[in-house]
């Protein structure tokens, strides 16, 4: 099984059509379809619940502000369950809110009651509008304490600050990564495996493409590959198996997703 969970079908750095999107990620099992929102989050979640809904192996995200969008429970639900979509994307940064804002606070619970995992997205090209502040994995210590049910998925490994979703993934049984990777940055890819290797967490970790900025089997591809990257050095390598657990987790068992 293999599920490729970071996907986009329209991101702010490309517009890829829903064929393109087929094509390009027809070697997985399944992957997760996040939204994007930029000022109409809802009507994101919308449009993408209709194309999901034509293919079983897409798995929706719909997308909410919490500082803009209404966030008691049956808004969530509607913005969600009724239309067929399984997580929530969020994307603090960019939509400049505080990860524990009393309202955010409020769409947690809602997404906790209704067993929806989310997906912070904020390790992404930043604009000069984004709070680079509110991109930090360690403000999610608090909703994970206070939400410990909440399936959380701090997106891109937390980068640029990977130390901290190292310690949220030792410290919080539910806290996920998105090991979503640029097979053509090599020390950092480097970098970013060994560190979760020897933090003891790959079981934490899992498959990404962050398509469209990659595809996934070129993604696959690079990982399985890691330890060709330390030929004829003296540098430690990742047990081959730990590797292709990452690739292979059944990341939509893990997460609950009905």
Known sequence: MIVDCHTHINCPSSEIDATEHREATRKVDACFVLAVGRDNGLEASR??????????????????????????????????????????????????????????????????????????????????????????????????RQFASLKIIIGGMGLPFLPQTICMLAKHENVYADLSISPYKRWEVYNTVITAHEAGIMDKLLFGSGYPICKPDTCIEALLGFNMLLADTNLPSVPREEIRNVVERDTIALLGIE
């Open 47 to 144: 449009e993408l619940s209709v194309h999901t809904a034509k293919h079983p192996q897409l798995v929706g995200f719909a997308t909410l502000n919490p500082v803009r969008d209404r966030v008691d429970l049956d808004s969530v639900k509607a913005a969600t369950r009724d239309i067929g979509l399984k997580g929530l994307v969020l994307y603090c940064s960019g939509g400049r809110f505080h990860p524990t804002d009393s309202r955010a606070m409020k769409l947690y619970e809602a997404a906790a009651h209704l067993n929806l995992p989310i997906f912070f997205h904020n390790a992404s090209t930043y604009n000069s509008d984004s709070i680079l502040q509110y991109a930090q994995p360690f403000l999610l210590d608090e909703v994970a």
